[in-house]
């Protein structure tokens, strides 16, 4: 069974960096087959995705956020992570980490496992 | 990228079926995928690539789609399926995309 698991400061002051990571267990960060997502949800709203890394480093980001996200993947510790500058208020959110499937057309991407998501509050 | 609407809410009698259904160009070339959410929770995929079940996922769940849109049936609801509904695809940038969400009575 994958699980995962995200692991991060819950709180950041405006203009800092929202760095969290992702710990995957029972799977591996090295698979050709599976990429691996950060997705996140305001309170009270929906979800948006932020963008996905793959086994060798490759990304892609959400346009809205591309100019502030930065995806890494640490293979020897299984672990992928996300790092969001300059944040502000409208960056509080729920964030999950997600093994994504799909990603070859014409399927659209899938989240088949998720972590239990962290609350990260933006404030000073 | 490109806009996945969803109707806000939907209510539907224990025992009877529902569909919610999700809109948005991307869908005439993407498959779509649904996920549930209850409170507090994670999201948990119950439809992937159009009409395929994860393991575990109850059979009165099953997806479709045409044209534009795709489409979630929950088939004799049950009072655990009351939670909110979201639908994700991908557009032609390959950016990912999700549905504002529905959510669902019983």
């Known amino acids: 069974q994958v699980q995962l698991q995200e692991s991060g400061p819950g709180l950041v002051k405006p203009s800092e960096t929202l760095s969290l990571t992702c710990t995957v267990s029972g799977g591996s960060v090295s698979s050709r087959i599976y990429y691996w997502s950060w997705i996140r949800q305001p309170p009270g709203k929906g979800l948006e995705w932020i963008g996905y890394?793959?086994?060798?480093?490759?990304?892609k980001y959400n346009p809205s956020l591309k100019s502030r996200v930065a995806l890494s993947v640490d293979t020897p510790n299984n672990q992928f992570s996300l790092k969001l500058t300059s944040v502000t208020a409208a960056d509080t959110a729920v964030y999950y980490c997600a093994r994504t499937g799909g990603v070859i057309a014409p399927n659209g991407y899938y989240f088949d496992y998720w972590g239990q998501g962290t609350l990260v509050t933006v404030s000073s | 990228s490109s806009e996945v609407t969803q109707d806000p809410a939907v209510s539907v009698a224990l025992g009877q079926t529902v569909r919610i259904t999700c809109q948005g160009d991307?869908?005439?070339?993407?498959?779509a995928n649904w996920y549930q959410q209850k409170p507090g929770q994670a999201p948990v995929l119950v439809i992937y690539s159009k009409n395929n079940r994860p393991s575990g996922i109850p059979d009165r769940f099953s997806g479709s789609s045409s044209g534009n849109t795709a489409s979630l049936t929950i088939t004799g609801a049950q009072a655990e399926d009351e939670a909110d509904y979201y639908c994700?695809?991908?557009?032609?940038?390959?950016?990912?995309?999700f549905g504002t969400g529905t959510k669902v009575t019983v």
């Open positions: 994700n695809s991908r557009d032609s940038s390959g950016t990912g995309v």
């Open positions: 890394i793959n086994y060798s480093g490759s990304t």
């Open positions: 991307s869908l005439r070339t993407y498959y």
